[in-house]
C-alpha cells in the first residue's frame, strides 16, 4: 500500500512543528514556578534573630536537674533571664545566618545570683553575643569568655574592635554549645 504522505516527512514535520510549541511551554511553565512566589531552600532556612529564644540543658548522666536558659531579643535590647540586661549598641542584621551584638549591659547579676542589679560594677561596659545558624526556629548563641571569664571593655569604640565575625573563635567553641528554640 503506498502512503502519498511518507512517515519520514509525517515524523519530521510534526516533530519539527511541537519543538517550539514544547520549548515555549516549558518556557512559560518554569517562569510560572519562578515568580509564584515559592520559597527555596535557602531561603526557608532564613530566620530574624529577635524574640524569645529557649536553651534546655539536659545532664545525659542525670547528675544535675535540668536547666532552662532564656534570652530574649528586641531590637534595642538583650535580656538574659537572670545573668543581665543590655542595650545593642551596634547595628547588626538580625536576618543574617550569624554574627555578633554589641551589649552595653544596664543590669548585671552579682555572684550569678539570677538577680541582674543597675548596681553592679559591670553596668556600663559592653560585651558581646554570637549567634550563627539561625533558622526560623533555632540559633545557636554565645556570649564572649575567655578562660571562663566574661570579656567585657570599657568604651563603643574598643568593643567594635574587639568583638568582631573575624575573633568569634576567641571567645567561642561552638562545640561546647547547643542550639537555642524559638518560642
Given at each position: ?54 536553651n ?21 535590647t ?46 556600663g ?13 533555632s ?32 571567645y ?12
Amino acid at each position: 500500500m503506498c502512503f502519498p504522505i511518507s512517515l519520514r516527512f509525517l515524523k519530521k514535520r510534526v516533530v519539527g512543528n511541537a519543538f517550539p510549541l514544547l520549548f515555549g511551554l516549558c518556557l512559560v511553565l518554569g517562569a510560572a514556578v519562578f515568580f509564584s512566589g515559592c520559597k527555596t531552600d535557602e531561603e526557608d532556612d532564613t530566620g530574624n534573630l529577635v524574640g524569645k529564644w529557649e536553651n534546655v540543658y539536659h545532664d545525659p548522666n542525670g547528675a544535675y536537674p535540668d536547666f532552662t536558659t532564656i534570652i530574649e531579643i528586641t531590637g534595642e535590647t538583650v535580656v538574659y533571664t537572670g545573668s543581665y540586661e543590655a542595650t545593642i549598641a551596634n547595628e547588626p542584621d538580625f536576618e543574617t545566618s550569624y554574627g555578633v551584638l554589641i551589649l552595653k549591659f544596664t543590669k548585671y547579676a552579682t555572684d550569678y545570683d539570677g538577680n541582674p542589679v543597675a548596681t553592679h560594677a559591670n553596668v556600663g561596659k559592653f560585651g558581646a553575643l554570637y549567634w550563627k545558624d539561625l533558622t526560623d526556629s533555632s540559633v545557636s548563641l554565645a556570649d564572649a569568655y575567655k578562660d571562663y571569664v566574661h570579656q567585657l571593655v570599657d568604651t563603643l569604640d574598643t568593643a567594635k574592635t574587639t568583638f568582631t565575625n573575624d575573633k568569634i573563635g576567641d571567645y567561642i567553641d561552638w562545640s561546647g554549645t547547643s542550639p537555642y528554640n524559638k518560642k
